[in-house]
């Protein structure tokens, strides 16, 4: 895997596949694009599995904001176009607040294996800016 530094520290991550780039995100377990989900969009899309920064160290902040926030700051020192986020199991609540706080960054959303939680509905709340009367664009893939 490589790394990229930001702000808290080294992100891990891998890169593969062909078309748009897409970020691929669990929450409290590594990621890689040998992993069947990332697998099935390689044909479609360019998957970046990306991990949080400390996920093996007791003294960082494993918060799914943090992890959000630095998914940001790693999409733009990598000069990326907006990408399609993926995520799966808590991984689908760190896409989802990315997606509502960097939107700017973000062309399209898959959640997989994904639920939401009253526990986490406070940080969703506090991110949406979203006005639920606007129909949900959908992003053309190849």
């Known amino acids: 895997m490589a790394t990229r530094e930001i702000t808290r520290g080294a992100m891990e991550f891998d890169v593969d596949g062909v078309g748009p780039d ?11 694009t040998r992993q069947p989900i990332a697998e099935a969009l390689l044909p479609r899309l360019r998957v970046h599995a990306v991990n949080p920064v ?13 992890f959000a926030d630095d998914l940001a700051e790693f999409h ?17 609540m760190v896409a ?3 997606t509502l706080r960097h939107p700017q960054r973000v062309r399209g959303l898959i959640l997989v294996g994904t639920a939401a939680s009253h526990r986490f509905s406070t940080d969703i709340q506090k ?7 606007q129909p949900v664009q959908r992003p053309e893939l190849p």
């Open 22 to 32: 897409a970020c691929l995100v669990h929450q409290y377990r590594q990621v890689s």
């Open 54 to 66: 400390g996920l093996d160290s007791p003294d960082v902040d494993l918060g799914m904001t943090a």
């Open 76 to 92: 733009a020192t990598a000069a990326l176009p907006p990408w399609v986020m993926v995520g799966g199991s808590t991984g689908g």
């Open 96 to 98: 989802l607040l990315h």
């Open 127 to 133: 991110s949406s800016r979203l006005d639920s009367t």
